[in-house]
């Protein structure tokens, strides 16, 4: 809402204020903290409260900010601005995941997470001494009636709080900013974090949080320094693993995104894999038994077991560092800013080229001599992902155009440099899909002719020579100086809307689309496509 009195103002009359505020802020901006320099800067006077929500319209509640701040500001009040700018600098410099922020990330944004607590615990009670004090808290222990496991209440400043990201691998999500302006209006959240000790290593614990971490964030970010807690002594971790995996997949309390649930899986298939080792007394290195030996092992869950077992081949593909395609990979549902999904991801890399199936090779199998089955496709997945991230993304696509109503933009006439339309264009969920199949049919042709028998669907799982890795380069090369991609007037017919996995199969089969229009001269030919 605009200001009257900020209307009223003469343009000297201006200048005044902007220089009181200037002063009143030690020569920063209001949101983000930054100094101003009032000679180079775009600045903007603003509301603090906003009017709507009974701020005065006077120099009380005036402050000054940079533009950019402020006209990008995801809240009207400039206080919860402020917070939230904040929030994302935390975001800029996290080291817990390529993702995004944790919980882990804010504690240590206002040290915490830095020391740990002395406790004792005996059959009733729990004590301990937090930092710098010398008087014990004692609280009454708890049994839970369901789970069988002990727990108390707590008070504990954020010095003595750590993150579980093992068993909360979930980034920070959009909904912090309901839950920080929920908190800014002084409206209490009923939700206690839980966390939890273990006994072995007393008297010092670390109370590391495994739910509830965005309302211990939103607290900490607006100032709270010591957050209430529900703490578990010695939990069944593979149950609380399994308990926050179900909220965010079968019982949806929580929206995990898919790679979170992969993680997840990952993370229970070690358990499972210790628990199999302890009861059947075998060495903490054993690795004898196969993939279809545990999911037969545990019965009653050999579905999930399965899902667990492909989860953790998902994940170590999407975490590998040496996989460059995951820096264009949006993460948590559909976003602007990169080419692909991981949604997408999962529907045409992993499920082309991951086997499906249970192996009943032991899991070391020739592990030694580099030809263990899943560490084969696992790799080499990642190298065709990366392979495909330098030919077309790596220098060619640019985030700060990115994807939004990007064809639109082409039919208005913008200046959409053609490698970024190009890179756009083939990270197409059913264009992507449709050329996989291609290096797919590739290797599968190579493998024939080289007199090898392969088993189709565990392609990826025999080791490609380097000629194949060739030809391959040769076909990503040649089929993304296809005129189709960059072709502007196209942007109103083959990619003004979505079209099908079929409608692209015909395009690439014989040039023409489903209807007959021809899009290109002829369709590709794999033996002309891996030529350099």
Request: glycine share 6%; net charge neutral; with cysteine.
């Amino acid at each position: 809402m605009g200001s009257l009195y900020l209307n009223r103002l003469g343009k000297d009359e201006r200048q005044v204020l902007v220089a009181q505020l200037w002063q009143q802020q030690a020569g920063k901006c209001f949101i983000s903290g930054k100094p101003i320099d009032l000679a180079l800067h775009e600045v903007d006077v603003d509301h603090i409260i906003p009017t709507r929500d009974n701020g005065k319209d006077d120099p009380t509640n005036f402050a000054l900010t940079l533009s950019h701040y402020n006209r990008s500001k995801q809240a009207s009040d400039l206080r919860i601005a402020r917070v939230l700018a904040r929030f994302e600098d935390i975001k800029a410099t996290a080291d817990s995941d390529d993702r995004g922020a944790n919980l882990n990330d804010v504690l240590r944004s206002v040290g915490g997470s830095s020391a740990p607590l002395r406790v004792s615990v005996d059959e009733h009670t729990v004590s301990y001494l937090t930092p710098g004090s010398a008087d014990p808290v004692r609280l009454p222990l708890h049994m839970d009636s369901l789970s069988g496991m002990r727990y108390f209440f707590a008070v504990l400043p954020v010095e003595c709080v750590f993150h579980d990201d093992r068993i909360n691998p979930r980034p920070i999500g959009s909904n912090l900013r309901g839950l920080i302006e929920e908190f800014h209006r002084r409206r209490p959240q009923l939700h206690v974090a839980l966390g939890w000790i273990e006994t072995a290593r007393l008297p010092e614990a670390q109370v590391r949080v495994f739910d509830g971490q965005h309302k211990a964030a939103a607290q900490i970010l607006l100032g709270v320094r010591h957050i209430p807690l529900r703490v578990f002594v010695d939990p069944d971790l593979d149950r609380l693993l399994t308990a926050n995996t179900n909220a965010g997949t079968t019982l949806r309390q929580v929206a995990f995104d898919k790679s979170v649930q992969r993680r997840l899986g990952s993370s229970i298939l070690l358990d499972r894999i210790a628990r199999y080792r302890a009861e059947k007394n075998l060495p903490d290195d054993y690795e004898e038994f196969s993939e279809k030996t545990l999911v037969e092992h545990f019965k009653g869950e050999q579905k999930a077991m399965t899902r667990y077992i492909l989860d953790s081949v998902r994940d170590a593909i999407t975490h590998d560092p040496n996989n460059k395609l995951m820096d264009f990979v949006e993460y948590a549902g559909k976003g602007y800013a990169k080419p692909f999904s991981y949604s997408a991801l999962e529907k045409t890399f992993y499920s082309q080229f991951i086997y499906g199936g249970l192996l009943e090779t032991p899991w070391n199998y020739r592990a030694d001599f580099g030809e263990n089955p899943r560490e084969l496709e696992k790799t080499q997945i990642v190298r065709l992902m990366t392979l495909i991230a330098e030919k077309l993304y790596i220098g060619r696509y640019d985030e700060e155009v990115g994807t939004r109503r990007l064809e639109n933009a082409v039919q208005g006439g913008d200046d959409v440099p053609e490698p970024h339309l190009r890179a756009f264009r083939m990270a197409k969920e059913e264009i992507l899909q449709c050329w996989l199949g291609y290096i797919r049919r590739i290797a599968e042709q190579h493998f024939l002719v080289m007199g090898k028998n392969v088993r189709p669907e565990k392609l990826f799982q025999y080791p490609f020579p380097e000629q194949l890795w060739t030809n391959i380069g040769h076909f990503i090369d040649n089929l993304a100086r296809l005129p189709l991609w960059v072709n502007r007037e196209a942007s109103s017919t083959v990619f003004g809307a979505k079209q099908t996995y079929g409608f692209w199969q015909s395009i690439f089969e014989d040039g023409l689309t489903p209807s007959r229009q021809r899009i290109m001269p002829a369709g590709l030919d794999i033996m002309d496509m891996i030529k350099g």
